[in-house]
Structure formats: structure tokens, C-alpha cells
């Protein structure tokens, strides 16, 4: 069961890698607990102190939802994928920073 866990964890953490190194980020700010929370509400868009919204139970459930869409959104994912990434981060990063999907920055739709 360990070595599942460890899979999983290293998928996301690879995923997530990605994802900040094609939105222009630094790779490696993806494993310094909290200071990737605020470097991914910065990728999707939204004020970096929304990054600290992101360590507040009950609080953490709704705005992880309004920066997981405008980030799905950046990359030229729909809503759904967004949703996706909040509930099951551990299969839609991999998905989204291992894929073709290209970072558009403030152009997004």
C-alpha cells in the first residue's frame, strides 16, 4: 500500500512540476510547502494572498475551486477540467502538465 501512495504522491509532484515550469514558474516551487500555493494562484491568475486562502479549513474548499477553474482556463481546459483538478488533483496534474496543453497567460478565454 506504501508504494502506491508513493507513486501517487510522485505523479502529483511531477504534474505539478510541470505545470508551473510551462506557466513560466519555477519547477521547483512546486515542492516548498505553502509557497506553491500562492505561485499557483498567481499561474491561474488570481492575487497571491489567495495562496493563504488556500491553508484555511472550510475556507480552503471554495477558493480551491475559484483558482483551480481560471487555471484550467489558462491552459485552454474547460471548467470541467478545472473541477477536476480540485477533487483529483493527483490525475489531472499529471494529465495537465505532462499533456499538449500550452499556458496562455491573460489571454485565456
Known sequence: MGGIYLIVIVLMIAGLWRTFTKAGKPGWAAIVPIY???VLA????KPAWWGLMLCIPCVNFVF???VMIPLAERFGKPAGFGIGLA???????P????????????NAA
Not at 42 to 45: L, R, S, T, Y
Open 36 to 38: 506553491n500555493l500562492f
Open 42 to 45: 498567481e499561474i491561474a491568475g
Open 64 to 66: 480551491l475551486f475559484l
Open 87 to 93: 477533487l483529483l488533483g493527483f490525475i489531472f496534474f
Open 95 to 106: 494529465i495537465l502538465g505532462f499533456g499538449n496543453a500550452q499556458y496562455r497567460g491573460q
